[in-house]
């Protein structure tokens, strides 16, 4: 990379393919080559290789939720690294954890080299969200991320195609395709370190914890829905293979379908948000996934069949994609030196409940499987009520519809 570095402000001199959006599109095809064979092909290969239950998959994604746990921590590793070498590093070890997955087909095997892959995707995951809100402007945010988003879907998108076309003609071990997937992620992350120059964002970020009493409610969001997220993750594919015994190509075709209707939808989601709010695009977002967990409930409670679970299935992944509306809320009332610090901070209480819960939801499982869906429902329901406070055009100062009062001027350290 070049000594000097390029102001995000000033790239217009950069062919388009070395520009910041370019590198993060770039980042975002990267991340799901690793990740999403890893997702793709885990509920089968626990099952049928290391003979996992409900609990032992809990347990197995607690060990994976725990960096991201942990993420505060980038706020000290930023001290040593800048934000672009850090996201490099990690997309690398993400990279090689996933592709020594297959090697150590037993509980403990998956549990290292489940927190290995989780360290690089989760600290990824945070810088990325950071870059993000730093390199693109606020007015063409919405678009961009939702374009971002669709691109790791695309990159999903050409795994699980492989997975499915490779899987069903020739046979693969499951070791083979961890180290294809894991070795591309790595080798896309070599490519952009050497590629790309050093991008310098407008503005210095903090170098330690920030917590601010007037980001509550973004908080609230991000704590809500990582429990509501963390139930659909873990449970929703392992359903497909424990109840309805899918296999590898068909779990994958199912993934494969979901990430097109991401693919296409993403883009008009982050449209929809620039037009009509966070607020609105976030009531959206929540009747739905309320919809569709108390769907996900009556599959058990009124034995519903496999092409339901499969439509909610995707349903729930197009949803998400609306949660493109969290970080544009943030980035329109932060300080703009807080997104780095907030970002680490964020994926913490995001993944307070992905470390708690999933243990005690498979034994939840174990005894009624429709409980643990009917909870998913309850937190959208919660979630629901806290988007109303949203503003129709959040800003700093006027973060929330309550307390009502007038906007007050920000206060530095508030």
């Known amino acids: 990379m070049p000594a000097l570095p390029v102001p995000v402000g000033a790239v217009d001199h950069l062919p388009r393919w070395r520009r910041p959006e370019t590198l993060l599109m770039l980042m975002a095809i990267a991340s799901p080559l690793a990740f999403a064979t890893w997702m793709a092909l885990l509920n089968n290969f626990v099952v049928e290789v290391a003979q996992f239950d409900g609990f032992d998959i809990g347990v197995l994604h607690v ?12 706020v000290w590793i930023l001290l040593i690294l800048r934000e672009q070498v850090l996201a490099y590093c990690s997309l690398i070890l993400l990279g ?32 990325n969200q950071s870059l993000q809100l730093q390199w693109i402007p606020k007015d063409r945010a919405p678009r961009v991320i939702g374009r971002i988003v669709s691109a790791g879907s695309f990159g999903s998108l050409v795994v699980f195609g492989l997975i499915i076309v490779a899987w069903r003609e020739f046979d693969l071990a499951y070791s083979t395709v961890y180290w294809s997937a894991g070795l591309a992620c790595a080798a896309i992350a070599v490519f952009c370190w050497i590629a790309y120059p050093r991008f310098e964002a407008p503005v210095a970020q903090n170098k330690q914890m920030v917590l601010r009493r007037r980001y509550w409610l973004y908080y609230a969001l991000i704590l809500i829905g990582g429990a509501r997220r963390q139930i659909f993750v873990v449970f929703a594919p392992f359903m497909m293979v424990e109840r309805f015994g899918l296999k590898v190509h068909e779990v994958t075709g199912l993934m494969l379908a979901n990430y097109i209707a991401v693919m296409l939808f ?23 996934l309320l919809t569709v967990f108390s769907l996900y409930a009556g599959i058990y409670f009124f034995e519903w069949g496999l092409w339901l679970a499969m439509a909610l299935y995707v349903a729930d992944h197009m949803l998400f994609s609306l949660a493109i509306a969290h970080k544009t809320y943030f980035q329109k009332i932060a300080d703009p030196a807080d997104q780095a610090p907030t970002a680490a901070v964020a994926f913490t209480i995001n993944h307070i409940a992905a470390v708690t819960l999933p243990a005690p939801l498979g034994l939840l499982w174990l005894a009624q499987p429709g409980a643990v869906y009917a909870l998913a429902a309850a937190l959208a329901v919660v979630s629901l009520g806290l988007a109303f406070l949203v503003p129709r055009h959040p800003e700093p100062g006027g973060e929330t519809l309550w307390p009502a009062r007038p906007v007050p001027a920000v206060q530095p350290g508030e």
Do not use: D, N
């Not at 290292?112 to 945070?126: A, P, Q, R, W």
């Not at 449209?271 to 009747?287: C, D, F, H, N, W």
């Open 63 to 74: 060990a994976r939720e725990i960096p991201g746990f942990l993420a505060f921590l980038v």
């Open 266 to 288: 993403a883009p008009y989601a982050g449209r929809l948000i620039q037009r009509l709010g966070e607020s609105t695009a976030l009531k959206i977002e929540y009747v739905g």
């Open 96 to 127: 090689l954890g996933t592709a020594i997955t297959g090697e150590f087909p037993s509980f403990w095997g998956l549990m290292i080299t489940t927190t290995l892959s989780s360290v690089g995707f989760h600290y990824f995951e945070t810088i």
